[in-house]
């Protein structure tokens, strides 16, 4: 009897050994999930972007192929788009410039017609097909840079057409410089690397990279400037202020002349 229950105690109850298979089942799931997990972190980017490029010449083929061709090879109704690379499709997309509503001295900007996505993914497959300038470092576009000095560049640089202020200019036949006061630090850096419309190209030759960081910290500065009130005349500081006097301001002396003289009379 002593060793009937010597060996009944020494048994396991089946709730034990259910417990221990399925402590192991957990066990072994979250070590599968976790190795799953840490798979999927190292080797996003390329399904990623597999799925964009593959996504953007559709979209490519099916919105812009009529005038830039199949292969970006340009057509009679659009140019080749050989090596504008991602930053130029970035920028025509996303300010609605493209797809080109109708032939015009210049091609206006109006509300994008894709999303950010569908734009970045048409973008990502110009550069894969045809590569160009590229997005630049976060640090360019993070408006800390030396504002007096940007400011000073783009009076040398850019004020002609684009006003001292960045509020745009007309330049000649029916074209004309836009204004930068809503502007986006990434479009200003695409706008200076890739010489949209009428505008010239600043290669590094021209603006380095910090002189570029510094004319879009100047403006950007310029966005965020508290307005102080009245009447900004196009912010062209005296000229326009002495044209508004000379009109106005003498238009009124003369005025109150004829009618004192009127009156006298």
């Keep these: 009897m002593a060793r009937e229950k010597k060996r009944r105690s020494g048994r396991r109850s089946p709730l034990a050994a259910a417990a221990l298979i399925g402590a192991g089942l957990m066990i072994t ?8 997990a840490a798979f999927a972190a190292s080797e996003p980017t390329t399904a990623t972007s597999q799925v964009s490029v593959e996504e953007g010449e559709k979209l490519f083929q099916a ?8 292969a970006l090879q340009g057509t009679e109704n659009g140019p080749s788009l050989y090596g504008v690379g991602e930053l130029a499709v970035e920028f025509q997309v996303a300010t609605g410039r493209m797809p080109l509503q109708m032939q015009g001295p210049q091609a206006p900007q109006k509300e994008p017609q894709f999303t950010q996505e569908q734009i970045e993914a048409m973008a990502a497959w110009v550069q894969s097909v045809a590569p160009g300038p590229t997005y630049p470092e976060a640090s360019v576009l993070d408006g800390e840079g030396d504002v007096a000095h940007g400011a000073e560049l783009f009076r040398i640089n850019c004020a002609m057409c684009h006003n001292v202020a960045g509020a745009g200019g007309a330049l000649t036949e029916g074209k004309y410089a836009p204004p930068l006061t809503s502007t986006s630090a990434l479009h200003m850096y695409a706008a200076m690397v890739t010489g949209p419309q009428n ?3 600043f290669g590094d030759m021209n603006l380095s990279l910090q002189d570029k960081r510094d004319i879009i910290s100047a403006l950007l500065f310029q966005q965020q400037e508290v307005q102080v009130g009245g009447f900004t005349l196009g912010s062209l500081g005296p000229v326009s202020e002495g044209l508004f006097i000379w009109i106005f301001g003498i238009g009124a002396l003369v ?10 009379n």
């Excluded at 799931?29 to 799953?36: C, D, I, K, L, R």
């Excluded at 919105?63 to 199949?70: D, I, V």
């Excluded at 005025?255 to 006298?264: D, E, H, L, M, Q």
């Design 199 to 201: 505008m010239p190209v």
């Design 255 to 264: 005025a109150i002349t004829v009618w004192i003289t009127a009156k006298s």
């Design 29 to 36: 799931g979250g070590v599968y999930a976790g190795a799953s």
């Design 63 to 70: 919105n812009c192929a009529t005038c830039h061709g199949m």
